[in-house]
């Protein structure tokens, strides 16, 4: 099992700064991934960003240059640093973990945060 816990978030106003961590611990091989998503009420959770082993990352269209998402993979960490924010930015923000694990062959599995409060207002 892997447990993925959040931190950071809170309130922002709008056109301010917030940064969000995530740190995955348990029994696994390693991690392929790690990435944020959020979902605001009354729509489907969305990418945020994502980054994979190698540090190649992928960010969802409307957070591209305002969002950037770093880790320390081999601290099993990842970062979201968010600037700019928008009232639209408003949302619960989920860490998901792609993690191997070996059990007679290798396998892939995603765990989810319980995520973290982002509220953009002024």
């Known amino acids: 099992q892997v447990q993925v816990v959040e931190s950071g978030g809170g309130l922002a106003q709008p056109g301010g700064s917030l940064s969000l961590s995530c740190a995955a611990s348990?029994?696994?091989?390693?991690?392929?991934?790690m990435g944020w998503y959020r979902q605001a009420p009354g729509k489907q959770r969305e990418l945020v960003a994502n980054?994979?082993?190698?540090?190649?990352?992928s960010y969802g269209d409307s957070m591209k240059g305002r969002f950037t998402i770093s880790s320390a993979i081999d601290k099993n960490m990842v970062y979201l640093h968010m600037n700019n924010l928008k009232p639209e930015d408003t949302a619960v923000y989920y860490c998901?973990?792609?993690?191997?694990?070996?059990?007679?062959?290798?396998?892939?599995?995603?765990?989810w945060g319980q995520g973290t409060q982002v509220t953009v207002s002024s």
């Open positions: 998901n973990v792609e993690a191997i694990h070996y059990a007679g062959s290798f396998n892939t599995k995603d765990y």
């Open positions: 348990g029994s696994f091989v390693s991690i392929n991934s």
């Open positions: 980054i994979i082993t190698g540090g190649r990352t």
